[in-house]
């Protein structure tokens, strides 16, 4: 009897092997055919995914015909993916995982190079030697999100993704710093390990993960499927919790300075200025910075203590948090401080752009003084002259009937009656006022009139982009102090995203050196440089090495695009450096370019002829004929002309007015 199951079994296993299936070795018989080219009848064949009720996962078919896996691995899975829309696979089966197929197979021994748009195209064989148990699949990237489950707080625990969780072969603090930022964080603390916050369930979704740690998503990182670990190996992070935290100031005389902390992480002075101040003065419920400083570190701390250090922020960040920033125990400097306005300073003004999405820096808005609004109630352009020498401009007009959207009721119960020539709201004599509505908010349009006007000399300027030594009005601007932050905020104030390269040698030409701009400090809420506090004279120190001052300069790059007009932030008409776009050559590609720069999924559709901001005729266009594609990041990489100057239209359509263009933008 024994025998005669021996032979029994042994005839199971020869019609296993030659079936193919035996899965605990993974054993295949195949034949060592050349790769097939593409036959007519593969052509035009779709892929789908069976077997499983999730729409992103599945035994891979074309054609209805399962693919067989033989040579079946993530570079395949990639390309499979992509062909079915999603952005890449998160992992690869093989083995039938999602159940037994057909014998009929399209292809095997797929050999995909990952650069390919179809699985069609990847070299292959004809799959005549798999069997049922043999269909390759793969687990696209779809809505699968990474979280943390079983920790203390929302910044540790157990790693899961996809609802499966990640074993913990090889992971380490590379690995965990991309699972960090994923997760909203700014790095990793460190990596754990043996389930440290719990047991998981045994159905891994990768394990081997190598990272880099520069990897903007952890799926995109090497890995295999995790299949032969337990529930003891489950990876888990310990996250730098600066996102969770409050900020606050310690160590100072008053409530509005001290040594600034978000949680217990004290900041670092390396590359801390007045900007950063600024945002972390806002964030105290504080108009501005008055001042930054900085202290030496206690003399207590310890070496590897962990600090938050080199902010980058540009000023108008309403949080520390959204701005670049690294946490370390490494710092140069000392201990970051805030001289914040206090409360009853006069730059507690400030314009609301509710509803009407008025861009920052425009001068145009309603009108919020200690986050109030004002009433409209005998607001006039005295007033207005006021306000907006207050923020910065040299005067305004008043507007009322809140032009720029309706206001909160919590009215400040003053009305002006100013002559003018008052430096803030408060020296003008007012009375006590009555009961507003959210209709009446006073607003003003402010003027740069007479100020002198930031400008790039002796460089170029070419669509995108322009260069140069930087001047205020006629005065240069003095290379001393100078660096890549006020570069970067310079060609913000120029309207392009930032700077790609600062000098500090008069590289774009010897400049006159008996009255400097220098010693600048920003908030960097201004609308402009003149608005900014410097000195202008010809004190300006000399570098070293050098016997005269030398002129600063500057590359900007990309375009700052601003929507104006519209009823929501998702329309308007394109504005660039506060001028308009004209709209020849305008199309859905230049629209859809300008809705991602804004932050939106795309465009619904692009507008012509002045459709949200009437335009006079003679009007000087930014720029016009754009000509993207639709894939670019900033539409300044877009081909197209500068410096429309409108009177009429060549073609006898057109008669010099309302020439602006414009988008809706998508959700």
Same mark, same amino acid.
């Not at 300075?257 to 900007?275: M, Q």
């Given at each position: 009897?024994?025998?005669?199951?021996?032979?029994?079994?042994?005839?199971?296993?020869?019609?296993?092997?030659?079936?193919?299936?035996?899965?605990?070795?993974?054993?295949?018989?195949?034949? /060592?055919?050349?790769?097939?080219?593409?036959?007519?009848?593969?052509?035009?064949?779709?892929?789908?995914?069976?077997?499983?009720?999730?729409?992103?996962?599945?035994?891979? $078919?074309?054609?209805?015909?399962?693919?067989?896996?033989?040579?079946?691995?993530?570079?395949?899975?990639?390309?499979?993916?992509?062909?079915?829309?999603?952005?890449?696979?998160?992992?690869?089966?093989?083995?039938?995982?999602?159940? /037994?197929?057909?014998?009929?197979?399209?292809?095997?021994?797929?050999?995909?190079?990952?650069?390919?748009?179809?699985?069609?195209?990847?070299?292959?064989?004809?799959?005549?030697?798999?069997?049922?148990?043999?269909?390759?699949?793969?687990?696209?990237?779809?809505?699968?999100?990474?979280?943390?489950?079983?920790?203390?707080?929302? $910044?540790?625990?157990?790693?899961?993704?996809?609802?499966?969780?990640?074993?913990?072969?090889?992971?380490?603090?590379?690995?965990?710093?991309?699972?960090?930022?994923?997760?909203?964080?700014?790095?990793?603390?460190?990596?754990?390990?043996?389930?440290?916050?719990?047991?998981?369930?045994?159905?891994?979704?990768?394990?081997?993960?190598?990272?880099?740690?520069?990897?903007?998503?952890?799926?995109?990182?090497?890995?295999?499927?995790?299949?032969?670990?337990?529930?003891?190996?489950?990876?888990?992070?310990?996250?730098?919790?600066?996102?969770?935290?409050?900020?606050?100031?310690?160590?100072?005389?008053?409530?509005?300075?001290?040594?600034?902390?978000?949680?217990?992480?004290?900041?670092?002075?390396?590359?801390?200025?007045?900007?950063?101040?600024?945002?972390?003065?806002?964030?105290?419920?504080?108009?501005?910075?008055?001042?930054?400083?900085?202290?030496?570190?206690?003399?207590?701390?310890?070496?590897?203590?962990?600090?938050?250090?080199?902010?980058?922020?540009?000023?108008?960040?309403?949080?520390?948090?959204?701005?670049?920033?690294?946490?370390?125990?490494?710092?140069?400097?000392?201990?970051?401080?805030?001289?914040?306005?206090?409360?009853?300073?006069?730059?507690?003004?400030?314009?609301?752009?509710?509803?009407?999405?008025?861009?920052?820096?425009?001068?145009?808005?309603?009108?919020?003084?200690?986050?109030?609004?004002?009433?409209?109630?005998?607001?006039?352009?005295?007033?207005?002259?006021?306000?907006?020498?207050?923020?910065?401009?040299?005067?305004?007009?008043?507007?009322?009937?809140?032009?720029?959207? &309706?206001?909160?009721?919590?009215?400040?119960?003053?009305?002006?009656?100013?002559?003018?020539?008052?430096?803030?709201?408060?020296?003008?004599?007012?009375? &006590?006022?009555?009961?507003?509505?959210?209709?009446?908010?006073?607003?003003?349009?402010?003027?740069?009139?007479?100020?002198?006007?930031?400008?790039?000399?002796?460089?170029?300027?070419?669509?995108?982009?322009?260069?140069?030594?930087?001047?205020?009005?006629?005065?240069?601007?003095?290379?001393?102090?100078?660096?890549?932050?006020?570069?970067?905020?310079?060609?913000?104030?120029?309207?392009?995203?930032?700077?790609?390269?600062?000098?500090?040698?008069?590289?774009?030409?010897?400049?006159?050196?008996?009255?400097?701009?220098?010693?600048?400090?920003?908030?960097?809420?201004?609308?402009?440089?003149?608005?900014?506090?410097?000195?202008?004279?010809?004190?300006?120190?000399?570098?070293?090495?050098?016997?005269?001052?030398?002129?600063?300069?500057?590359?900007?790059?990309?375009?700052?695009?601003?929507?104006?007009?519209?009823?929501?932030?998702?329309?308007?008409?394109?504005?660039?450096?506060?001028?308009?776009?004209?709209?020849?050559?305008?199309?859905?590609?230049?629209?859809?370019?300008?809705?991602?720069?804004?932050?939106?999924?795309?465009?619904?559709?692009?507008?012509?002829?002045?459709?949200?901001?009437?335009?006079?005729?003679?009007?000087?266009?930014?720029?016009?004929?754009?000509?993207?594609?639709?894939?670019?990041?900033?539409?300044?990489?877009?081909?197209?002309?500068?410096?429309?100057?409108?009177?009429?239209?060549?073609?006898?359509?057109?008669?010099?007015?309302?020439?602006?263009?414009?988008?809706?933008?998508?959700?």
């Amino acid at each position: 009897r024994d025998q005669t199951r021996m032979t029994l079994a042994l005839l199971l296993l020869e019609t296993t092997l030659l079936s193919g299936c035996y899965v605990a070795g993974q054993m295949t018989l195949t034949t /060592n055919k050349p790769h097939l080219p593409l036959t007519d009848s593969e052509q035009g064949k779709e892929v789908s995914l069976i077997g499983s009720s999730i729409a992103s996962e599945g035994n891979v $078919h074309i054609g209805n015909l399962p693919v067989c896996d033989d040579d079946w691995d993530l570079v395949d899975a990639n390309v499979t993916c992509r062909m079915l829309g999603f952005p890449g696979a998160i992992s690869w089966t093989f083995g039938s995982e999602f159940g /037994n197929v057909p014998e009929n197979f399209l292809m095997s021994h797929v050999n995909c190079s990952g650069q390919e748009d179809s699985l069609l195209d990847c070299p292959h064989q004809d799959g005549e030697d798999c069997s049922s148990c043999m269909a390759a699949g793969v687990v696209c990237e779809s809505e699968y999100k990474l979280e943390l489950r079983g920790g203390s707080g929302l $910044h540790n625990g157990k790693l899961f993704f996809g609802n499966r969780p990640i074993c913990d072969n090889n992971w380490d603090i590379k690995d965990a710093k991309v699972a960090c930022r994923m997760l909203g964080f700014h790095g990793a603390y460190r990596a754990t390990t043996s389930s440290e916050f719990g047991a998981v369930a045994e159905n891994f979704m990768m394990g081997n993960v190598d990272c880099q740690g520069n990897e903007s998503s952890i799926n995109i990182c090497p890995h295999n499927d995790g299949r032969s670990c337990r529930a003891s190996d489950g990876a888990g992070v310990v996250c730098l919790d600066t996102l969770g935290y409050s900020i606050s100031v310690k160590d100072g005389k008053a409530p509005h300075r001290g040594h600034v902390f978000i949680g217990n992480f004290p900041i670092c002075s390396d590359g801390w200025d007045l900007r950063d101040a600024t945002v972390a003065c806002r964030m105290l419920g504080y108009a501005g910075a008055e001042e930054s400083f900085e202290h030496d570190l206690d003399c207590d701390r310890t070496p590897d203590s962990l600090m938050i250090t080199d902010f980058g922020c540009s000023g108008i960040e309403h949080s520390l948090q959204t701005c670049p920033h690294v946490v370390n125990n490494t710092c140069e400097g000392g201990r970051a401080g805030v001289i914040c306005y206090p409360a009853d300073s006069i730059l507690n003004i400030s314009l609301s752009y509710i509803e009407k999405a008025s861009p920052h820096g425009s001068g145009e808005g309603n009108v919020f003084l200690y986050d109030q609004p004002i009433c409209d109630d005998a607001w006039d352009n005295n007033d207005a002259k006021v306000a907006c020498k207050m923020l910065g401009y040299s005067g305004g007009t008043a507007t009322i009937r809140s032009n720029y959207g &309706k206001v909160p009721e919590n009215f400040f119960k003053v009305h002006f009656n100013c002559f003018g020539n008052e430096t803030t709201l408060l020296d003008c004599p007012h009375q &006590k006022g009555s009961d507003c509505l959210e209709h009446e908010g006073a607003g003003v349009t402010c003027s740069t009139t007479g100020l002198p006007a930031l400008r790039l000399v002796g460089g170029t300027t070419t669509p995108g982009a322009a260069s140069g030594n930087v001047y205020l009005g006629n005065s240069p601007v003095c290379a001393s102090g100078w660096d890549m932050k006020t570069a970067n905020e310079t060609c913000r104030m120029l309207g392009y995203t930032g700077a790609s390269k600062m000098s500090h040698h008069s590289l774009f030409g010897e400049v006159p050196t008996s009255s400097m701009v220098y010693d600048i400090k920003c908030r960097g809420d201004e609308w402009g440089l003149a608005a900014c506090s410097y000195k202008e004279d010809g004190g300006c120190p000399a570098l070293d090495g050098s016997p005269l001052p030398k002129g600063a300069g500057v590359v900007c790059q990309g375009y700052m695009v601003e929507l104006r007009g519209g009823s929501t932030a998702r329309e308007g008409d394109l504005y660039i450096t506060n001028q308009p776009v004209f709209f020849l050559g305008w199309g859905t590609e230049d629209a859809n370019v300008t809705c991602r720069m804004l932050g939106f999924a795309g465009v619904e559709r692009a507008t012509t002829g002045s459709t949200f901001v009437g335009q006079p005729y003679y009007t000087r266009y930014k720029a016009y004929n754009f000509q993207c594609s639709g894939s670019e990041s900033n539409i300044g990489d877009c081909s197209h002309r500068l410096n429309y100057y409108s009177s009429d239209y060549n073609d006898g359509l057109w008669y010099g007015e309302n020439g602006g263009a414009g988008v809706v933008c998508s959700y």
